[in-house]
């Protein structure tokens, strides 16, 4: 995949794959395994929750967000279009303690990925930004800025999880984590990604990532 763009913060990510085997299968554990197979050409659904934990200026807990997101996943070859394309089944919200709060614009919202990483229009994976101008909920209240940037973001984090960090490519992927104990530099470390959208955040503001290792460690439980 030649995705070189990612939505992370600007941190050491450790990936960790957690293994539990009793001794009797502790030979296996010295064989390689291939991380690196591609996705199966069907027809798949996810479901990805996000929990934004707000602060008060002295560190307490002030409050959490949830931000629930299930999509449906058509791949490249059974698509009109030739490109893996997305279906925002629903996505919801909970801000503290307030009932579950649904985004209507975002019912049964399709759209096209872009692998290459950044489209045409500087839209990071193709997702339009028009789409979260002014999203409101289903009382009809709009969306603060801050929060519908969370929204377009939790897609972002998705793609870049399920789309960047899952996919195998020829250097510094999963596709190198062979045995356990193994530890690879990803390929989107110290990358710069775009973080406008729209009249929320202009032109120019950008994300600056830090070295991001994927580390294979066997848990001692």
């Known amino acids: 995949m030649s995705t070189n763009i990612l939505r992370n913060s600007a941190m050491l990510f450790t990936f960790c794959c957690f293994m539990v085997l009793s001794s009797s299968h502790a030979n296996e554990l010295a ?3 291939n991380l690196g197979m591609s996705k199966h050409n069907a027809i798949q659904y996810y479901e ?15 409050s959490t967000d949830i931000l ?4 449906k996943w058509e791949p490249a070859v059974l698509t009109a279009s030739r490109q893996d394309e997305f279906t925002c089944l629903q ?5 503290g303690d307030t009932a579950n709060l649904i985004i209507p614009a975002l019912k049964n919202w399709k759209y096209a990925f872009d692998e290459n990483g950044i489209d045409s ?11 979260f101008e002014k999203l409101h909920d289903q009382n009809g209240l709009v969306l603060q800025a801050d929060m519908a940037y969370h929204v377009y973001n939790a897609f972002i984090d998705f793609h870049s999880f399920c789309n960047v960090f899952a996919e195998p490519a020829e250097n510094g992927s999963v596709k190198q984590l ?6 690879v530099e990803h390929y989107a470390s110290h990358s710069q990604p775009p973080t406008n959208l729209g009249s929320h955040f202009k032109e120019g503001s950008h994300l600056k990532t830090g070295k991001l290792h994927f580390h294979w460690k066997d848990y001692p439980w």
């Not at 629930?68 to 999509?71: K, N, P, Q, T």
């Not at 996505?91 to 801000?95: E, V, W």
């Not at 229009?121 to 789409?131: E, R, S």
């Open 121 to 131: 229009k500087g839209q990071v994976f193709g997702i339009d930004h028009g789409k």
């Open 91 to 95: 996505f919801s919200l909970t801000l």
């Open 178 to 183: 062979e045995k356990i104990g193994d530890k």
């Open 68 to 71: 629930l997101i299930m999509l």
């Open 31 to 33: 064989q390689k395994f």
């Open 48 to 62: 990805m929750k996000s929990k934004i934990i707000n602060k008060n200026m002295d560190g307490t807990i002030k």
